[in-house]
């Protein structure tokens, strides 16, 4: 590694200790540690951006699940964009931008045994910018793309609606079922959110769960309404970004074999108790219909066929890219992540760390 990258000094954020309910300062021990020279076969890379998903919240807890929880010491798990500064491995140069799991730290040093588990691949700046390979083009879209794709199953006609709209998700939902000839509806939490998904995105309705309720009235009442008014005939597939009584709402509206697409619970994640499990849930034997999980790395061999067809929508205009882009490098860190819980990104969350 030449010399001038011996001289840098990496800061970073571990998990100090496993938050109860919303994460806090006192979860995350801030550090720093100067750069070693390069090994045969290794690679060092600046961070140019991370992607906060509230799946995060999930990894910072103890027990089993589809992916080991971040450890106590180690440094925070996230997906990334970042520039290979020096290499001695042959596959890469310096230059590359590359798309990985650098966890939230300023530099990413890859060992050549940690290449294929690391998820590290080139991206090409051409397709789409670094923070469009953190949404549409990132594990976001691919999240969206397979989820209603494969277990969603939309057919032409039917009525898809999706929760958590107008996030990274859910926008990428939304737009390939109106490309995929669906009628979406969307739910999201404001009328700034909901505009912006209906005249910007080209769904045909979006829901606002915040909308003002009647004194007495409880504010899901709103979402209820607004499924009768927009989904008068039912709900063929819906794609579940929130959980808890947003999810229950919809189960009250199944069409029969309808298809819902457990893909999160952000309602439910700072929880300091249980989940809440629907309570309608026997709809599903009644209009005899599914409700699947999705987990985006079961199709991480297929991401280059959803890359290139849903690039190729942002190139002709069919699907658009909408990020929240906070500066301020890894040191915001545990701020900006909580801004996902308190409903105030508006877009893909993503933390600039370098230019």
Same mark, same amino acid.
């Given at each position: ?203 045909? @309705? ?9 004194? +007495?009235?409880?504010?899901? $009442? %709103? *979402?209820?309404?607004? !499924? =009768?008014?927009?989904? @008068? ?9 929130? +959980?808890?009584?947003?999810? $229950? %709402? *919809?189960?009250?509206? !199944? =069409? ?100």
């Amino acid at each position: 590694m030449p010399s001038t990258h011996a001289t840098l000094v990496n800061h970073q954020v571990r998990l100090a200790s496993r938050p109860v309910g919303q994460a806090t300062v006192e979860n995350w021990q801030f550090t720093e540690e100067p750069l070693a020279d390069l090994n045969d076969g290794e690679l060092l890379i600046q961070v140019l951006a991370l992607s906060l998903d509230p799946a995060m919240r999930g990894w910072m807890n103890e027990g089993k699940s589809y992916i080991p929880p971040v450890g106590i010491g180690e440094v925070m798990r996230a997906g990334g964009i970042g520039r290979v500064i020096a290499s001695r491995n042959p596959a890469f140069a310096v230059g590359d931008v590359v798309s990985g799991t650098p966890g939230v730290q300023e530099y990413w040093r890859v060992a050549a045994d940690q290449l294929k588990r690391s998820g590290l691949a080139k991206i090409d700046l051409r397709v789409g910018s670094v923070t469009q390979w953190l949404n549409v083009l990132g594990m976001p879209g691919m999240t969206g793309y397979f989820g209603l794709m494969d277990v969603g199953q939309p057919q032409a006609g039917e009525t898809v609606v999706v929760s958590g709209a107008a996030g990274a998700v859910g926008q990428t939902v939304g737009q390939l079922a109106k490309v995929k000839g669906c009628k979406v509806v969307g739910i999201a939490g404001g009328a700034a959110k909901c505009e912006w998904v209906v005249k910007e995105l080209g769904f045909d @309705a979006c829901i606002d769960y915040k909308a003002a309720a009647p004194e +007495g009235v409880q504010r899901w $009442d %709103a *979402v209820r309404e607004g !499924l =009768k008014q927009h989904c @008068a005939d039912g709900v063929d597939v819906y794609f579940d970004n929130v +959980g808890g009584d947003i999810l $229950d %709402a *919809v189960l009250a509206r !199944l =069409k029969r074999k309808a298809r819902i697409v457990i893909c999160g619970a952000i309602s439910q994640y700072n929880n300091t108790g249980a989940m809440v499990g629907p309570k309608n849930y026997m709809s599903l034997l009644v209009n005899r219909a599914r409700m699947e999980g999705i987990v985006v790395f079961d199709y991480a061999d297929r991401y280059h066929l959803a890359i290139a067809e849903m690039a190729g929508y942002l190139k002709d205009g069919r699907m658009k890219s909408k990020e929240d882009v906070v500066e301020g490098g890894v040191a915001a860190f545990p701020a900006t992540l909580n801004k996902l819980f308190n409903g105030e990104n508006f877009g893909k969350l993503v933390l600039k760390v370098a230019d």
